[in-house]
């Protein structure tokens, strides 16, 4: 059973465009949800993370929209960068019990210039 | 400030054969994750420190994987008689105490290759 669930394998996007990258989860105990980034040859790398007591988290051109009602968030990368193509992974935890974080099986962001 | 290290970097092995993982962790952080990743997925917790201590390694295939942390610093990851399943890249993590919330800073991560 896949907890924490990342709708597509890969999304290609424009130079400039906007990418969205979505995700949902299954456990209501979850309220911790970051985002890593991963390049090739590399190990993921924090980029963005928010609580579920906050609904939007901002920073730079990235930007959580979360719904905990609908148990689903999405990653928003403004202005998108050739810099940009990796792979994003979203994760979750949760503060009581098991802490353990919990990935996804990532989004693969392809940004042609 | 170092990152976290890992080595070796690549490992190729036959069904059978055995390999040592290392990583030495960011100075100062007591709590050490080792993650496998498969080929297009994300990362899945093997085992996780703090100190020298397993907090928890109920997802570590313990007949023929084994862990350690002797000293709370460096941990090594055994893995004996190899399958060609445990093809993946090792990854190991360290942040400045466990629970939720916390930054995991990780390694380049160990690419195993079993054929």
């Known amino acids: 059973q896949q907890q924490v669930r990342q709708s597509s394998q890969s999304l290609t996007v424009w130079e400039g465009e906007t990418a969205i990258l979505n995700c949902s989860y299954e456990?209501?105990?979850?309220?911790?949800f970051p985002w890593y980034q991963q390049f090739p040859g590399e190990g993921p790398a924090l980029l963005i993370a928010?609580?579920?007591?906050?609904d939007k988290k901002e920073d730079g051109r990235f930007t959580i929209f979360f719904n905990k009602r609908e148990k689903n968030l999405s990653l928003h990368i403004k202005d998108s960068q050739p810099g940009d193509s990796a792979t994003y992974f979203c994760?979750?935890?949760?503060?009581?019990?098991?802490?353990?974080?919990?990935f996804g099986s990532g989004t693969q962001l392809t940004v042609m210039p | 400030e170092a990152g976290v290290t890992q080595s070796p970097r690549y490992a190729v092995l036959q069904e059978g054969q055995a390999v040592s993982f290392w990583c030495d962790p960011i100075?100062?952080?007591?709590?050490l994750y080792w993650y496998q990743q498969p080929r297009d997925q994300g990362p899945q917790l093997l085992v996780y420190?703090?100190?020298?201590?397993?907090?928890?390694n109920s997802q570590l295939p313990s007949d023929r994987f084994s862990a350690v942390r002797p000293k709370g610093t460096n941990s090594t990851l055994k893995i004996q008689s190899a399958k060609q399943g445990d093809t993946a890249t090792y990854l190991c993590?360290?942040?400045?105490?466990?629970?939720?919330?916390?930054?995991?800073?990780f390694g380049e991560g160990s690419r195993l290759i079993v054929v």
């Open positions: 456990n209501s105990a979850f309220d911790y």
């Open positions: 100075s100062g952080h007591d709590t």
């Open positions: 993590a360290s942040s400045p105490n466990r629970g939720a919330g916390n930054t995991l800073y």
């Open positions: 928010i609580r579920s007591v906050s």
């Open positions: 994760a979750a935890s949760a503060s009581s019990g098991s802490w353990q974080l919990i």
């Open positions: 420190f703090r100190d020298e201590a397993v907090i928890d």
